[in-house]
Antibody
Framework: EVQLVESGGGLVQPGGSLRLSCAAS????????MQWVRQAPGKGLEYVSAISSNGDTTFYGNSVKGRFTISRDNSKNTLYLQMGSLRAEDTAVYHC?????????WGQGTLVTVSS | DIVMTQSPDSLAVSLGERATINCKSSQSVLYSSNNKNYLAWYQQKPGQPPKLLIY???TRESGVPDRFSGSGSGTDFTLTISSLQAEDVAVYYC??????????FGPGTKVDIK
C-alpha cells in the first residue's frame, strides 16, 4: 500500500524558514517524480513544486520561485520542501503526492501557519 | 499557464438526482498526436486529501463508482454524478496536465444535498 506521510509543519513568523518532509513507502520511490500541492484554509489546490525521479529536474510555481527548494533523498525514500522568506499567504496545508501529473496517491498533509 | 475555470461555484442536488459540473480550460488540452485530453477530476472531502476520480477526461479510476462520468474535449469538460448519494458531498476539482508545468487546478465546485 502506498503511504505518504508529511511532517515538519507548524507556526513560523513571517520571514522565517521551515523544512517539510514526506516519508514514502509501499512503492519504489526512486522510480517516481514527486510533487507538493498546497491548500490555503478554505481555498482551492495550488501546484507548488515538482521534482523528477532522480532529482535532476525541478519546477516551482511563480508564487514560491526563489523562496522554496524541493529535493529528495532516494536512499531514505523521502521528499523535502525547504521553505524560506515565508509570508502570510504561504499559510496552507502542504500535501506531497506521487507523480508529477495525474496524482493517484496523496499524503494527508501538514499545516504551515505563517503568523506573528 | 493554462487557466482552469469551473461552474457553478456550488450546487445543491436532491439525493438520487443528477449533478453536473463544468470545467473550461484557457487553451485546448487535447493532444492531437494521441487524441487524448489531458484533464483529470478529483473529489475532496473535508479534512482529506483529494481523491482521483477520472483521468484522460473520461477514464474512471479503479474503484470509483460508475455513477461518476467525465466527458468533453478540447477546452470544455463535464463531470456528471448520475444519481447523487450522501457520500458524494464534497468539493470537486478539475486539473489539466497538458504540456508544461504547472498542471493547474480549477477553483473547485462544492456539491451539497438539497
Amino acid at each position: 500500500e502506498v503511504q505518504l506521510v508529511e511532517s515538519g509543519g507548524g507556526l513560523v513568523q513571517p520571514g522565517g524558514s521551515l523544512r517539510l518532509s514526506c516519508a514514502a513507502s509501499g512503492f519504489t520511490f526512486s522510480s517516481y517524480a514527486m510533487q507538493w500541492v498546497r491548500q490555503a484554509p478554505g481555498k482551492g489546490l495550488e501546484y507548488v513544486s515538482a521534482i523528477s525521479s532522480n532529482g535532476d529536474t525541478t519546477f516551482y510555481g511563480n508564487s514560491v520561485k526563489g523562496r522554496f527548494t524541493i529535493s529528495r533523498d532516494n536512499s531514505k525514500n523521502t521528499l523535502y520542501l525547504q521553505m524560506g522568506s515565508l509570508r502570510a499567504e504561504d499559510t496552507a496545508v502542504y500535501h506531497c503526492a506521487r507523480g508529477a501529473t495525474v496524482t493517484k496517491s496523496w499524503g494527508q498533509g501538514t499545516l504551515v501557519t505563517v503568523s506573528s | 499557464d493554462i487557466v482552469m475555470t469551473q461552474s457553478p461555484d456550488s450546487l445543491a442536488v436532491s439525493l438520487g438526482e443528477r449533478a453536473t459540473i463544468n470545467c473550461k480550460s484557457s487553451q485546448s488540452v487535447l493532444y492531437s498526436s494521441n487524441n487524448k485530453n489531458y484533464l483529470a477530476w478529483y473529489q475532496q472531502k473535508p479534512g482529506q486529501p483529494p481523491k482521483l476520480l477520472i483521468y484522460w477526461a473520461s477514464t474512471r479510476e479503479s474503484g470509483v463508482p460508475d455513477r461518476f462520468s467525465g466527458s468533453g474535449s478540447g477546452t470544455d469538460f463535464t463531470l456528471t454524478i448520475s444519481s447523487l448519494q450522501a457520500e458524494d458531498v464534497a468539493v470537486y476539482y478539475c486539473q489539466q496536465y497538458y504540456s508544461t508545468l504547472p498542471f493547474t487546478f480549477g477553483p473547485g465546485t462544492k456539491v451539497d444535498i438539497k
